[in-house]
């Protein structure tokens, strides 16, 4: 099975900052890795797809990029909204694992 | 409204069985594979089961298997996970979700969740 690791599991962090999530895989899955948000009480949101293509209606101050094994999450300039959990999961093959999750908290 | 409502939750006892159920509308159902995917208490999220668009494929997640069985009846555009021999850790949000093929297999929509509760 792939396994997934994300780093950190926890980062604290104020609004205007650029924040990097990072995911790594047990073994190369090719660009087959999305990321989601999800927020307290609610169904995980999909902000990136095919590791750095951004989903419709997701703002720009979101990239993904990476292959193989190490992938990142960049959020530009945190808004207010963005303080959530995040998420990788790999689409390479079944299982469809999911990272450990990275909760982004507010400093 | 592209949408899917999940319902069936409740109470049971180790053990015991519980059918949850996934209703689709919006879209063509018959058309995509689907997933179910929970969440633990306070944990991370945990792929379940992916059954595809004709019922043909099926997986299942190592720690389900042998105990749940996914399904669909695309006339009725509704997903189902039978889950039987319900153990303390079955305990989690369960979610279905979709597959967009387009969008690198990515789940691309999610129900609200129905939350299953393990417990004597």
């Known amino acids: 099975d792939i396994q997934l690791t994300q780093s950190p599991s926890f980062l604290s962090a104020s609004v205007g900052d650029r924040v990097t999530i990072t995911c790594r895989a047990s073994?190369?899955?090719?660009?087959?890795l999305a990321w989601y948000q999800q927020k307290p009480g609610k169904a995980p949101k999909l902000l990136i797809y095919?590791?750095?293509t951004l989903q419709s209606g997701v703002p720009s101050r979101f990239s993904g990029s990476g292959s193989g094994t190490e992938f990142t999450l960049t959020i530009s300039s945190l808004q207010p909204e963005d303080f959530a959990t995040y998420y990788c999961q790999q689409l390479n093959s079944f299982l469809y694992t999911f990272g450990q999750g990275t909760k982004l908290e507010i400093k | 409204e592209v949408q899917l409502v999940e319902s069936g939750g409740g109470l049971v006892q180790p053990g015991g069985s519980l059918r949850l159920s996934c209703a689709a509308s919006?879209?063509?159902?018959?058309?995509?594979?689907m997933n179910w995917v929970r969440q633990a208490p306070g944990k991370g999220l945990e792929w379940v089961s992916y059954i595809s668009s004709s019922s043909s494929t099926i997986y299942y997640a190592d720690s389900v298997k042998g105990r749940f069985t996914i399904s669909r009846d695309n006339a009725k555009n509704s997903l189902y996970l039978q889950m039987n021999s319900l153990r303390d850790e079955d305990t989690a949000v369960y979610y279905c979700?979709?597959?967009?093929?387009?969008?690198?297999?990515?789940?691309?929509?999610w129900g609200q969740g129905t939350m299953v509760t393990v417990s004597s």
């Open positions: 095919a590791a750095s």
């Open positions: 979700a979709r597959i967009a093929v387009a969008l690198g297999d990515a789940f691309d929509i």
């Open positions: 073994q190369g899955i090719s660009s087959y």
């Open positions: 919006g879209f063509t159902f018959s058309s995509y594979s």
